[in-house]
């Protein structure tokens, strides 16, 4: 049991770190992480919503494979859609656990791409501006979206309250 989630954390983690560069796709390492953690019995999430994050985690990995990008001139771009997903994810995470992780990561990964068009107003990306920003942030809005909500599975299991709620009734 203790192993399967020493690896479980380890390919969330690996996800993680895999979203700033996304040579393979993260949101395959955060869905095998999730199944992991459904192994070990630490959490057992809805098959719903297994099944889910697997259509996600497919469709994230065929566009990947099926759009190609010139790479050499979007690469900065990663970084900034993964620390703005990333960002966006832990305030999710506060704000409202549930949907808020999938509306803060998307909101921190299009704020963290328009950073980054910004810093590259020299490539005119304006009229390739959503294909660029979806071929940029769909692998780690994927990603982070499933290491969130395997976050707060993992929270709610153990039932930690790391955060003190911002409504009572």
């Known amino acids: ?100 992780i999938i509306i803060g990561t998307f909101v921190g990964a299009f704020i963290g791409y328009l950073i980054f068009g910004r810093s590259i107003r020299k490539y005119r990306i304006k009229r390739r501006f959503f294909a660029l920003f979806f071929n940029l942030a769909t692998p780690a809005i994927s990603a982070y979206c499933i290491i969130g909500v395997a976050l707060q599975l993992i929270i709610d299991a153990s039932n930690v309250i790391l955060f003190t709620p911002l409504y009572q009734n």
């Open 1 to 100: 049991m203790t192993i399967l989630i020493v690896i479980a954390v380890i390919l969330l983690s690996l996800a993680a770190i895999v979203s700033f560069r996304p040579a393979t796709p993260p949101a395959l390492f955060a869905y095998v992480g999730l199944w992991i953690l459904d192994f070990s019995g630490l959490i057992v999430p809805d098959r719903g919503l297994m099944i889910f994050w697997g259509i996600i985690t497919f469709l994230a990995v065929v566009l990947g494979i099926a759009v190609p990008m010139k790479r050499d001139m979007i690469s900065r771009g990663y970084t900034w859609v993964g620390a703005g997903s990333l960002l966006g994810m832990i305030a999710g995470l506060y704000v409202y656990p549930g949907a808020g």
